[in-house]
């Protein structure tokens, strides 16, 4: 089977979270099921500087209005497709903000571009390659099967999953003119309250919808986690799933990681301290028994780290080290620094984006906490789970799907994985950690609980299976 994938970010090549993980992971594994995914990702600077020895495969003299290239190109084992538009992709700044963190003021055109371009190859626009299937993420590329629709070439089965439906693509209605739709495609499927919203618009016409856990699949039918699109996600529920992430294996490999101090694994746990010492000295934290609590993370609301925030104190009291690696909301950020200059030698933080140093961080710290406040899957807690590093994790979407509870049945069944807390607040922040601190004390307990998140099943396997028999399913419908 044949893939086309359509996303705004991928690792190795341009990262900003974990969708991007996702995107470069998922078509390894696909790949041992038989399935050739070929990824359209934007000509980012970054992305042009890193790729050689490319073909042209496509040119598309109007790309709304400007002439673009497809660039066809292997990299570190993926097939890309590389879609050369200077004038919507060669600038400073990140992938959607600016130098000055502002988004760039033409993201809706330069991602209408990007969908159009994946539905143009979808019709058939690389000689000698075409689709059998096109799975699109987030808004970014939720145009895709939208183009396709309202193609006159027959529409192939698209399947879009959503990573965050916090970010939507909301824009003026002003903007539709120029996306180069038929006028009923407005009323049809990218009216979202008197504007436009490229999600809407990409949930409401794939033939399937997807998000990354299945509790999340269930809480984006609320209110409460929906953010407005209940409503269109209500309506399409018979064609929703569920499938968590699973994690890049060979990257993330505490026994081969050439980002860290010192290779373990679950049967020599012990030279797992030589990381924390690493770590420890590292950030000029004091070195001493009690546990070293760490967090990597985008610095948002999302992540609840104004929760964290409040609790830090309580952290440091109890004999507890805390190093911090993220960016994100400057008010966040200070309030970080702020417990870091309070509590020198307990509180550190790198405000910072750097991917080896979150290797290290998740070999040498001895729990991670990640107190968000919806997580559609997560990925920080399972590198956690496969680092021996215990995940204290908000329950909710996948952090409810992936870790299981150190309660006392768990415990005696030597099943539990990690700590939950729920309410998801300051309080119950609160009481998880002393849970952490009551368990960190019980060796037997903690290192049993260790193993067994190293033995979890973190991997692609199981969840590249039910992408291909979803992929198969929606093929087969289409005949
Ligand atoms: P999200 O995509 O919502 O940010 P995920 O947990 O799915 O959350 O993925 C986040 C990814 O970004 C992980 O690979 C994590 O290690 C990485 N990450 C987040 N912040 C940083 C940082 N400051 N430095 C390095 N890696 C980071
Ligand atoms: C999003 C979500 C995160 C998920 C990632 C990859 O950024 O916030 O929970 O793990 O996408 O699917």
Redesign the pocket.
């Known amino acids: 089977m044949k893939v086309l994938s359509v996303a705004s970010e991928m690792y190795p090549l341009v990262?900003t979270?974990?969708?991007a993980?996702v995107v470069g992971a998922l078509p390894l594994s696909l790949r041992l099921h038989g399935v050739e995914t070929r990824t359209l990702l934007p000509g980012y600077p970054a992305v042009m500087k890193a790729i050689r020895d490319t073909v042209v495969a496509a040119t598309l003299p109007d790309l709304l209005g400007v002439e673009a290239r497809i660039l066809a190109v292997q990299h570190e084992g993926l097939d890309l497709l590389v879609l050369d538009a200077p004038a919507y992709f060669d600038r400073p700044g990140g992938p959607y903000i600016d130098t000055g963190g502002k988004d760039h003021p033409d993201n809706w055109k330069r991602f209408a571009a990007l969908s159009k371009a994946g539905a143009e190859i979808a019709a058939g626009a690389l000689r000698g390659w075409r689709p059998d299937l096109v799975h699109v993420h987030d808004w970014q590329s939720a145009l895709t099967p939208i183009y396709m629709r309202y193609a006159e070439t027959p529409e192939l089965p698209s399947l879009i999953t959503i990573?965050?439906i916090a970010f939507q693509g909301q824009f003026p209605a002003t903007i539709f003119p120029e996306l180069g739709l038929p006028q009923h495609a407005y009323w049809e499927a990218l009216e979202y309250y008197g504007t436009i919203s490229y999600l809407k618009a990409g949930l409401t016409v794939s033939h399937a919808l997807s998000t990354v856990s299945p509790s999340y699949a269930e809480e984006i039918l609320t209110p409460e986690f929906g953010m407005g699109l209940e409503g269109v996600i209500a309506s399409r529920a018979a064609d929703l799933y569920g499938i968590v992430?699973g994690i890049d294996a060979v990257a993330w490999n505490p026994a081969g990681d050439g980002l860290i101090a010192s290779d373990f694994n679950g049967a020599n746990l012990k030279k797992r301290a030589a990381n924390k010492v690493a770590l420890t000295r590292h950030f000029g934290l004091d070195e001493d028994d009690g546990p070293l609590f760490s967090i990597?993370?985008?610095l948002t609301w999302?992540?609840g780290i104004d929760l964290l925030a409040e609790v830090v104190d309580e952290l440091v009291a109890q004999g507890g080290r805390l190093a911090v690696?993220?960016?994100g909301d400057p008010e966040l950020e200070t309030a970080l620094l702020d417990a870091a200059s309070r509590h020198r030698g307990r509180v550190a933080m790198t405000v910072?984006?750097?991917?080896p140093?979150?290797h290290l961080m998740q070999a040498g710290s001895d729990a991670l906490i990640v107190p968000s406040r919806f997580?559609?899957?997560?990925?920080?807690?399972l590198?956690a789970l496969r680092y021996g590093c215990i995940p204290i994790v908000a329950r909710t979407g996948g952090l409810n799907d992936t870790i299981i509870d150190a309660n006392e049945a768990a415990i005696a069944a030597k099943a539990a994985t990690g700590i939950q807390f729920s309410p998801v607040t300051a309080d119950g922040l609160r009481q998880a950690l002393r849970r952490a601190f009551r368990l960190y004390r019980d060796e037997k307990t903690w290192s049993q609980m260790q193993k067994q998140g190293m033995k979890s099943d973190v991997s692609w396997g199981r969840s590249a299976e039910r992408y291909v028999s979803l992929y198969e399913r929606l093929v087969s419908k289409g005949q």
């Open positions: 990262k979270g974990g969708l993980d990573h965050n992430n990597v993370s985008r999302q992540k690696l993220g960016t910072a984006y750097n991917e140093l979150s997580e559609p899957c997560g990925l920080t807690q590198y």
